[in-house]
């Protein structure tokens, strides 16, 4: 996973936030969640099965969060900030950016991997998923908080419904 250069950079900062929800690491809030990021990745201007595939991917990734990282607590702190990002070199549309935030034990960015894909078994597939659908994934560890980057870039014949 690429680390990103983000000191001197607030989560919170205006600069293209659209969206922050603070949540407990409740299985019960993913509904919640989901239901959140399907709207806004509509009025954002992702096509349907975009919408799913960010959609999935976040909840596959809070989820993680909270198996993980808060080992089933449901009344630990999460947040999440849904941002627009300018395109880069490589992509002609703008992005769509989640940030999930949360204050687990620091992850070892090379254990971040899922099974083996010929592994027949259920469970270990969501990091498979998540990096299918989104353009970007990136980790790191700012201070006592691990921070959860996914991107996806609107394909350019959808961004002029986004505007």
């Known amino acids: 996973m690429r680390q990103r250069d983000t000191k001197g950079v607030s989560p919170a900062s205006d600069d293209g936030l659209l ?41 596959e990734a809070l989820t993680n969060i909270m198996r993980h990282a808060y080992n089933g607590r449901t009344d630990q702190p999460i947040e999440v900030y ?9 992509e002609s549309a703008d992005g769509f950016e989640i ?31 998540i990096r299918q659908s989104m353009d970007a994934v990136e980790y790191q560890r700012e201070g006592n908080t691990n921070q959860f980057r996914l991107v996806k870039y609107l394909q350019p014949s959808t961004q002029s419904r986004s505007s």
Request: glycine fraction near 8%; include cysteine.
């Open 19 to 59: 969206l922050k929800l603070e949540l407990c690491s409740d299985p019960k809030l993913l509904c919640v969640v989901r239901g959140a990021l399907e709207r806004l990745t509509e009025v954002f201007g992702f096509s349907p099965p975009d919408r799913r595939s960010v959609t999935r991917a976040v909840d």
């Open 99 to 129: 940030l999930l935030c949360d204050q687990g034990p620091a992850v070892d960015p090379s254990k971040l991997r899922g099974r083996r894909l010929d592994e027949i078994k259920p469970g270990g597939l969501g990091l498979h998923f």
């Open 82 to 90: 849904c941002r627009r990002v300018r395109p880069r070199v490589s």
